[in-house]
């Protein structure tokens, strides 16, 4: 990925124009998504009609395969994480967002994942930590400032 055009899609996230913020969120998940070409990316939609439909395991299984075959498409393991998260399987989620972040340290989606999860098993802390590095990205993502405050009010 060309570092260039991410450094402005990173600002963009940043700019007052919610429309320039909206657009530049878009571009970096169908970055994510496309990583691996058009079949990294079907796969990961085939995965997610599994999950809507109720098979979980059978879409568990496409993303387990993805990341044996693709280690280095962060979207397998960020997609991979949410599964886990839905299942309240936190502490395996939560590795699996560390692994995007280590891949893509940027990935808004995995450190607002990974707060997600700290926040879950109690562990207020880290979750404002992983929402405001989220919020550094973001800085309008209500939804982050949003939980930082739940989780300030929940160490008191």
């Not at 993805?66 to 979207?75: G, K, N, Q, S």
């Amino acid at each position: 990925m060309d570092s260039a055009y991410i450094d402005r899609l990173l600002q963009a996230l940043k700019d007052p124009d919610e429309t320039v913020r909206n657009q530049a969120t878009g571009e970096f998940w169908h970055m994510w998504f496309h990583q691996k070409g058009v079949q990294g990316a079907k796969r990961l939609i085939e995965s997610q009609t599994l999950v809507e439909a109720e098979q979980g395991e059978d879409a568990k299984a496409i993303l387990d395969q993805l990341i044996v075959t693709l280690p280095d498409f962060a979207e397998a393991w960020n997609r991979r994480a949410v599964f886990y998260y839905m299942q309240g399987n936190y502490l395996a989620a939560a590795k699996d967002c560390e692994k995007t972040l280590e891949l893509i340290p940027y990935h808004f989606g995995a450190l607002h994942g990974l707060g997600l999860c700290h926040a879950s098993v109690g562990n207020y802390l880290d979750a404002i930590q992983c929402f405001r590095r989220t919020l550094d990205i973001q800085p309008f993502s209500l939804i982050n400032q949003r939980l930082v405050l739940e989780c300030i009010a929940k160490l008191n």
